[in-house]
């Protein structure tokens, strides 16, 4: 709870990393007895107890759903044998829960998934990163859930995802949208896209992946080639490593490498999920960005 995030990914923390042998009964009861240091705290540890206790099956649901992607790389795993197990996962965790798969913060419920989907495509939109005349390539696309929040918002845009199941989801999902194509991808590279084909490219907690299977430099290679001038880059979640300095250092120097500028710097901007958010920027010609935020306060 330290970072200040709500209730329902305080619940998805404690589902990754308590032991299974703890019930959720008993952890509703050990969370009430926590002494809280204000009475907003008080109110947010009410409110995960209260979760725990009328959700208990989706409790067991998330320690399934997280148990099935492995956050770690053995030491003889190379990077594209990381990223095949990588795939092999998620298409285990979205046949446990379709919606806990791309998030657990929404507790494995689609109405919560939906509202945390809409937040972030309001985000998007206030950061002029969509457009009716836009291009925009979705790395990591899961099940689809930002080509349908935001159909209406762009000319086209392409969902690549690693997870043959996912991809078949989110097909069935879009099934109804013209503009939008999906495709199961290697992985690896961006090889399958030519040179500036995209006006903007999202990344949501997809980049975290890249970082483990050692391909986060490669696919910024990839990124700052596909993307046209002047060009965006929403990345929301860079790593799982718990350092937003070490993120904000990467992605500095990544950015530097391939003429990108950092405009948002790892706010933390959504109410229903603790993502930080990153946004870059490629210049056209005589193209001043904004400058730097890097405020953590919340909207």
Not at 76 to 103: G, K, M, Y
Not at 262 to 289: C, M, Q, T
Request: charged residues 30%; aromatic residues 6%.
């Amino acid at each position: 709870m330290a970072d200040g995030v709500c209730a329902e990914a305080v619940v998805a923390r404690l589902a990754l990393h308590l032991r299974v042998e703890i019930r959720v009964a008993e952890l509703a009861e050990i969370v009430l007895e926590v002494v809280p240091s204000n009475s907003q705290e008080k109110e947010r540890l009410q409110e995960v107890a209260g979760l725990l206790r009328r959700k208990p099956g989706a409790f067991a649901t998330l320690r399934a759903t997280g148990a099935a992607v492995r956050h770690a790389r053995d030491d003889d795993e190379t990077d594209a044998a990381v990223v095949r197990r990588l795939a092999l996962s998620f298409d285990a965790a979205a046949a446990i829960s379709q919606t806990a798969s791309v998030q657990l913060a929404s507790l494995g419920d689609e109405e919560r998934l939906s509202a945390t989907t809409e937040e972030v495509a309001a985000w998007l939109k206030e950061q002029d990163f969509t457009g009716t005349g836009r291009d925009i390539l979705d790395i990591g696309c899961g099940i689809g859930r930002f080509e349908r929040a935001l159909a209406k918002s762009f000319n086209r845009m392409v969902g690549i995802d690693i997870s043959s199941r996912m991809i078949s989801i989110a097909s069935d999902r879009c099934a109804a949208l013209g503009n939008v194509e999906l495709r199961q991808t290697c992985g690896l590279d961006l090889t399958e896209f030519d040179d500036s084909s995209f006006d903007c490219v999202l990344a949501v907690d997809s980049f975290p992946y890249l970082v483990l299977a050692g391909m986060a430099e490669r696919h910024f290679d990839e990124i700052a080639r596909i993307l046209k001038r002047p060009g965006w880059l929403a990345l929301l979640n860079y790593s799982y490593r718990g350092s937003l300095f070490l993120d904000r250092t990467d992605i500095g120097r990544l950015a530097e490498a391939h003429q990108l500028r950092v405009v948002i710097n790892g706010e933390k901007p959504f109410r229903s999920w603790d993502g930080d958010a990153f946004l870059l920027a490629r210049a056209a010609e005589h193209y001043r960005a904004p400058p730097v935020r890097t405020s953590n306060k919340r909207r």
